[in-house]
């Protein structure tokens, strides 16, 4: 349960940057049709449930310093299972002073930990009243509606409601409020008939239950509200995009006489005037038919967006794979390092040996986070030279990988001639959000 609440907390803050950028488009490309704002909405939910992404160059994580885990997820915060007390583990900005002098003090990552059960127990109650709230509103509904009249095919009439809504999943029905003039009926229903043939029906229950689930991101309940929006305005484009003006003339009035003044978080109902009406009706007026070439822009947006978001940082270049192919990597446990680390580490190694002229790599292990820790730190900074400014690097990290090779069987050189060397050491170091430097290898 700790791992799966730890990598839904790495899904949340991906997604919400993706919600950011959604947010951000919908401000900028107000001409373009809502059903494909809705379709970056749905990226969103991809995000959410996920659980495993494809590292690309093009992430926009490459550029935020996400770090990949071993699913590919961009990696903010870990499980330690190590210790005695289930924590969390995170890194946060600090100051780093060594040298005690105002000139030293440096912007740097701390890794902090929090209690994880108590987290745990916090984010359960929350979802488990935000799915009760949906069950008790379900049924408050379904009370409301028991005494409704059929009207027609799936559209009932009832005297208990104020707004017209769609109401369930597998049988669904189309709700009118009594006392509805015909004009008035016929476009609501037209509404509520294009939300069936979109299937809004499933698609609102489930950002809903996104919601719950991730009810501890303040982003999320922005998306949301925004996604409701966005559905219902879809739908509106969806029924006028082939009417005159007197048609959407009539349209706008049905929005204005179904008009319900209340803002609320709900499931189900798929209801024709609770959601921004003011804002719809204006939209509604001035609709003016997208030519081929909005709906080109727009479905490129779309890609672009997927290709940007639902990726992870690349880890290993792609002029690296090929030598990666045979190559048995063995990534160990590390509460220090994440698997983007270790890639870039790799690389390094891979690049010297690839100087070693017909010999073959078999494998490359890490060894463990014990190596990491101050003495060999300061090993690392005996060991750096003076460059022709007479710099030197300040290595605060060093990592430590074993790999196993074999010779070739002529023109060995220095090597014994087609010998398998195992527990070759590979020491790397870095200053703080500096490159991997080898170090040293050997025995």
């Not at 739908?235 to 006028?240: A, G, H």
Request: charged share 20%; proline share 4%; with cysteine.
């Amino acid at each position: 349960m700790y791992g799966i609440f730890t990598k839904m907390l790495n899904m949340s803050l991906s997604a919400g940057i993706l919600v950011i950028a959604v947010i951000f488009l919908r401000l900028i490309l107000r001409k373009i049709p809502k059903k494909y704002i809705c379709v970056l909405w749905a990226l969103v939910a991809i995000s959410l449930v996920c659980p495993v992404n494809i590292p690309s160059p093009m992430s926009v994580f490459n550029l935020l310093g996400g770090n990949n885990g071993a699913d590919g997820k961009v990696e903010y915060f870990r499980y330690n299972e190590k210790t005695e007390k289930p924590k969390l583990t995170f890194s946060v900005p600090a100051l780093v002073d060594d040298n005690a002098s105002p000139d030293s003090i440096t912007v740097g990552l701390h890794t902090s930990s929090i209690y994880l059960p108590a987290i745990v127990y916090i984010w359960m109650a929350g979802a488990a009243i935000m799915l009760l709230y949906s069950i008790i509103s379900y049924l408050y509904l379904k009370r409301q509606v028991a005494a409704s009249i059929p009207e027609r095919d799936n559209v009932y009439i009832c005297d208990e409601i104020k707004s017209p809504f769609i109401l369930g999943i597998v049988s669904l029905r189309v709700y009118l409020p009594s006392g509805m003039s015909e004009d008035v009926r016929d476009n609501v229903i037209a509404h509520e008939r294009a939300h069936l043939k979109r299937r809004d029906y499933l698609w609102k229950p489930l950002g809903f239950i996104l919601l719950a689930v991730y009810w501890f991101n303040p982003v999320m309940w922005a998306a949301y509200v925004l996604f409701c929006r966005d559905i219902e305005a879809a739908c509106d484009e969806r029924v006028i995009q082939n009417m005159y003006k007197d048609g959407r003339i009539g349209y706008s009035e049905a929005l204005l006489a179904c008009a319900v003044h209340r803002i609320r978080i709900t499931v189900c109902p798929l209801a024709f005037g609770e959601n921004a009406v003011k804002g719809r009706v204006r939209r509604v007026l001035n609709y003016r038919k997208p030519g081929f070439w909005v709906g080109i822009l727009s479905g490129a947006v779309c890609i672009a967006a997927a290709l940007v978001f639902l990726t992870s940082p690349s880890g290993v270049k792609a002029g690296e794979k090929d030598r990666l192919r045979d190559i048995e990597i063995d990534y160990g446990e590390s509460y220090i390092y994440s698997r983007q680390d270790m890639d870039e580490a790799i690389e390094v190694i891979i690049g010297e040996f690839s100087t070693w002229v017909g010999c073959e790599l078999h494998s490359i292990a890490y060894s463990s986070d014990e190596f990491c820790n101050d003495s060999n730190i300061a090993w690392m900074n005996e060991l750096e030279e003076a460059d022709d400014a007479g710099k030197r690097e300040d290595f605060t990290q060093c990592i430590m990988f074993t790999c196993s090779f074999h010779t070739p069987k002529y023109n060995a050189g220095a090597w014994n001639p087609d010998e398998e060397y195992t527990g070759w050491q590979w020491w790397l170091a870095r200053p703080e959000g500096g490159q991997w430097k080898l170090m040293t290898s050997g025995y």
